[in-house]
């Protein structure tokens, strides 16, 4: 199965390298998002606004970016998929894509935020957990919303759907992120917000197990 | 007559219930007194009591106040109407707590009291005060009458908690039917589950807005608002979200078998990740809702025996009514799919 797994995910990036504009497009979307925050606010010296801006930022261009990893493939490349792999290693293997693709965008997305909006209300934060904080936000944003994906890739309304059927299923991973993010951004220390950590992992893992179990009734046409 | 027996049952509790909650009268009570505070020396108070009966039980009536240590009655009481009676207080004694409870009794509505009705302003506060004589006496028990108990803040409202309670309880016994039915779908490809899934969820969805709307209604005249964001009641327009987005994916796929698959899978998905929002995020923050975070629910000291007897029938005739519903819901769409598949042969 690793095996599989490993061959997807290669086979991936293989793909995002050979088609850079499929790429660049996310991060373009990414970016002219924060330039019009940018344009909008100048720049945020409170923290709320600040972190509560960036995961929503983060939060549209995550659906962009999921929602492409079925829509790509299309239908012969699908059938040929599936006859050569198990359908849990496809699932796995777009879940892991997904987050390092998220992850990439998610690094790229606050070292931009940070230049348009200023990093004043960084001064006093808790760095370790903030970092924390992008990595688990990538990760579960990417896990939770790639089953999604994999839904809204099998009706005819891909992106419509994509935003109806993954808001109030992202929502509570979201809601505890940004908590978690703005209190990292506080300077709280690891022992008094450490608990908001291990519910994202839990989410996550969750989503993981979920998805593993659920997309096997999935992907048949 | 065997097999329909719950359906005959749920009908004579729900309509129970509505008679009950809609014409049962709150039971005495008393909102206010002003001014809210005892002065050294003579203070005189106008009381207003709520379906009270000050004027038609005048012979039986007692008021008095007490701080837990002290007991005071007033030296005069002029009845006015019904709800409304002055009483005068002297009080010159040196108190131990500065918050006097407010009680009333009479022949008719028994004892009722105000909690913290009063601060004292200028009595002298020590830490042990002389024993008080002794004012009160020959309580009377009061008439016992079916009725609502009167709570403050809730006062009328409390009505809604044989609609509002209900219909979400009723509404999340569906779902769980529901995500049932789409275990099974998935499992065994039985067609039946699936029309069984998602008549159960369409039951469902009208309960959980019939709980919105009487929630709604709740919050504003308990809490002052439509809507506060608050967890619970973010938890519960996620779960409506959830099932409408559930409608939205099944209209949009056409293949009926692709589309049960894909609502199936949904359905489960969605499921855990709403009990993980109803599971944690209470916790992370202050709630004002009855039952979560820390609140109390109703029932630990706010439903009396009467309320209890109507309660806990109306939750069973709800459920009860949310099944048949859902029966009748799954034996029409399983007709419509036979006529469907009969026309296509």
Not at chain 1, 92 to 112: E, S
Not at chain 2, 143 to 167: C, M
Not at chain 2, 311 to 325: D, H
């Amino acid at each position: 199965m690793w095996n599989e797994v490993r061959a997807i995910l290669a086979k991936d990036i293989r793909m995002e390298w050979r088609q850079p504009h499929a790429l660049g497009s996310i991060f373009l979307y990414v970016f002219a998002s924060i330039f019009v925050a940018y344009m909008g606010f100048k720049r945020i010296v409170d923290v709320p606004t600040w972190n509560a801006l960036f995961w929503i930022i983060v939060l549209f261009a995550a659906f962009n970016a999921a929602s492409r990893a079925f829509a790509v493939e299309h239908h012969g490349r699908k059938l040929y998929l599936y006859s050569i792999a198990r359908p849990e290693s496809v699932i796995i293997g777009k879940m892991v894509y997904n987050a390092l693709l998220m992850l990439v965008m998610v690094g790229a997305g606050a070292i931009i935020y940070g230049v348009m909006m200023g990093t004043d209300v960084l001064r006093e934060a808790h760095m370790l957990s903030f970092v924390l904080a992008l990595t688990l936000g990538a990760i579960g944003l990417a896990f939770v919303l790639t089953l999604i994906a994999a839904l809204a890739a099998q009706t005819d309304n891909n992106i419509g759907l994509m935003a109806i059927l993954g808001l109030p299923v992202i929502l509570p991973f979201l809601l505890i992120l940004i908590r978690f993010s703005k209190n990292a951004i506080d300077g709280i220390a690891w022992s008094a917000n450490g608990t908001y950590a291990w519910q994202l992992l839990a989410i996550a893992i969750l989503s993981l197990g979920l998805s593993y179990i659920l997309f096997p009734y999935l992907w048949r046409e | 007559m065997s097999h329909y027996w719950w359906k005959i049952l749920s009908a004579i509790l729900v309509l129970s219930s509505i008679v009950f909650g809609l014409m049962a009268p709150l039971a005495p009570g008393i909102p206010f007194a002003t001014p809210d505070q005892l002065n050294n020396g003579v203070t005189s108070v106008t009381v207003v009591g709520y379906n009270t009966h000050f004027a038609e039980a005048e012979e039986s009536l007692q008021v008095w106040v007490t701080n837990g240590d002290a007991t005071f009655c007033p030296y005069e009481v002029a009845v006015v109407d019904d709800t409304h009676l002055r009483a005068t207080f002297s009080i010159t004694e040196e108190l131990a707590d500065a918050f006097f409870d407010l009680y009333i009794n009479n022949a008719i509505d028994g004892t009722r009291h105000l909690p913290s009705a009063f601060l004292q302003n200028g009595l002298e506060v020590v830490d042990n005060p002389r024993p008080t004589e002794k004012c009160v006496s020959d309580l009377e028990a009061g008439l016992d009458a079916y009725n609502f108990p009167n709570q403050p803040i809730l006062n009328e409202t409390i009505r809604n908690l044989l609609f509002h309670v209900p219909s979400w309880f009723a509404m999340i016994f569906v779902m769980f039917v529901s995500l049932l039915f789409s275990i099974q779908y998935l499992s065994k490809g039985d067609f039946k589950a699936d029309i069984a899934a998602t008549s159960a969820a369409k039951v469902g969805l009208i309960f959980a807005t019939i709980g919105l709307a009487t929630g709604s209604l709740w919050a504003r005249f308990t809490w002052g608002a439509w809507w506060v964001s608050d967890p619970r009641l973010n938890g519960a327009a996620i779960a409506f979200l959830i099932y409408l987005a559930y409608f939205v994916l099944r209209s949009s796929v056409n293949d009926e078998e692709k589309a049960g698959r894909l609502a199936g899978v949904y359905n489960i998905f969605a499921f855990v990740m709403m009990l993980l929002f109803v599971m944690v995020l209470p916790r992370m923050s202050e709630s004002l809702h009855p039952g979560v975070g820390g609140n109390p629910a109703f029932s630990q000291y706010d439903l009396d025996d009467n309320l209890r007897m109507v309660f806990y029938p109306a939750v069973f005739g709800w459920i009860g009514m949310a099944m048949w519903m859902y029966q009748l819901q799954r034996r029409a769409s399983v007709l419509a799919y036979n006529r469907l598949m009969k026309l296509n042969a």
